[in-house]
């Protein structure tokens, strides 16, 4: 069992920063990819970022590349997301979730089997 928790969100205005942490609660942390997921009022919960087990790889939404940079600390059992040039429409609750199943970095939620409570991020404008 993977316990997950966020933290790190917040009100910021437009163009500004956020980090957001995720720290998970097994020694086996290093194992699996982690992801980064959001979810905004009335939408579907959307794929932001993953990160490979290794912190070697990464993957990124297009609406975030560039602006966004996933990282992972596995002495600290921590998952990272560094938000820039933040804007109103990455408003949403954000998530963090292990895939413990692949090696391999997934973009669909239904693949990952552990998900955080959630952290809130609002930008306004």
């Known amino acids: 069992q993977v316990q997950l928790v966020e933290s790190g969100g917040g009100l910021v205005q437009a163009g500004g920063s956020l980090r957001l942490s995720c720290a998970a609660s097994?020694?086996?942390?290093?194992?699996?990819?982690m992801g980064w997921f959001r979810q905004a009022p009335g939408k579907e919960r959307e794929f932001v970022a993953v990160?490979?087990?290794?912190?070697?790889?990464?993957y990124y939404a297009d609406s975030v590349k560039g602006r966004f940079t996933i990282s992972r600390d596995n002495a600290k059992n921590t998952v990272y997301l560094q938000m820039n040039s933040l804007k109103p429409e990455d408003t949403a609750v954000y998530y963090c979730?292990?895939?413990?199943?692949?090696?391999?970095?997934?973009?669909?939620?239904?693949?990952?089997?552990?998900w955080g409570q959630g952290t809130q991020v609002t930008v306004s404008s």
């Open positions: 979730a292990a895939d413990t199943q692949r090696i391999g970095m997934a973009y669909r939620p239904h693949l990952y089997d552990y």
């Open positions: 990160i490979a087990w290794s912190g070697s790889s990464t």
């Open positions: 097994e020694r086996t942390f290093s194992s699996y990819p």
